[in-house]
């Protein structure tokens, strides 16, 4: 990991426990515990900052995603796979640095096109190959069904729809998410759910 990889990272973990605008530039520089030249050599501004972040961001977590979704035995699995981490990872972030990262459209957009390419291209080919494979109903319309995945993302990230001050996003996810998964399962498929739901306590 270069020295910027790791500078990214740390600030990572800094705007996902207090949110981006908890602290000035020379917060940042003071916790990231590097000079201030430094930290002006690796970003030309705010936004830099933010928009170098975000990019690292999709990289590490599209590579451990990939990893994730590798150990899976079969497609239900899989799916559930992706959801149970879906919740693990929105229990980890600070609501307030989902709001504070609309601040930043073009990170903000960078952010929700990976959500949305990287998730399309997933669900779609893990839903082909759980049909094919008897996991999920034969009439499904992937192209739908994988639309209605991430717009129900995107819906669970409305502060509008859900304040994170009334509803707990994680509670929120597998509302939404768990229970539709069943919805497109055949028995068999639906049977391996129940179990996943139960041995993970959801």
Not at 62 to 71: A, E, F, T, V
Not at 106 to 124: K, L, P, T
Request: hydrophobic letters at 40%; charged letters at 25%; proline letters at 3%.
């Amino acid at each position: 990991m270069t020295f910027l990889e790791t500078i990214l990272g740390e600030l990572l973990q800094i705007f996902k426990r207090e949110g981006i605008e908890a602290n000035s530039d020379a917060d940042l520089i003071r916790k990231l515990d590097i000079r201030q030249s430094t930290f002006h050599e690796l970003f030309s501004g705010r936004e830099d900052m933010v928009k170098q972040a975000i990019l690292f961001d999709i990289e590490v977590e599209n590579r451990r995603q990939m990893d994730l979704l590798s150990k899976a035995s079969n497609p239900v699995e899989g799916v559930m796979t992706l959801l149970l981490d879906g919740i693990k990872v929105i229990k980890q972030v600070n609501p307030v640095y989902i709001g504070d990262l609309q601040k930043y459209p073009e990170a903000w957009h960078m952010s929700m096109q990976n959500v949305i390419d990287n998730n399309r291209h997933i669900n779609a080919e893990i839903l082909n190959r759980g049909i094919l494979q008897g996991y999920f109903r034969k009439d499904l319309n992937l192209q739908l069904v994988t639309k209605i995945i991430i717009e129900q993302f995107f819906m669970i990230l409305n502060p509008v729809s859900f304040p994170p001050d009334k509803y707990d996003l994680s509670d929120v996810f597998r509302s939404v998410y768990l229970y539709y998964v069943r919805g497109i399962c055949t028995e068999m498929g639906g049977k391996l759910a129940e179990e996943y739901f139960a041995n993970n306590k959801i």
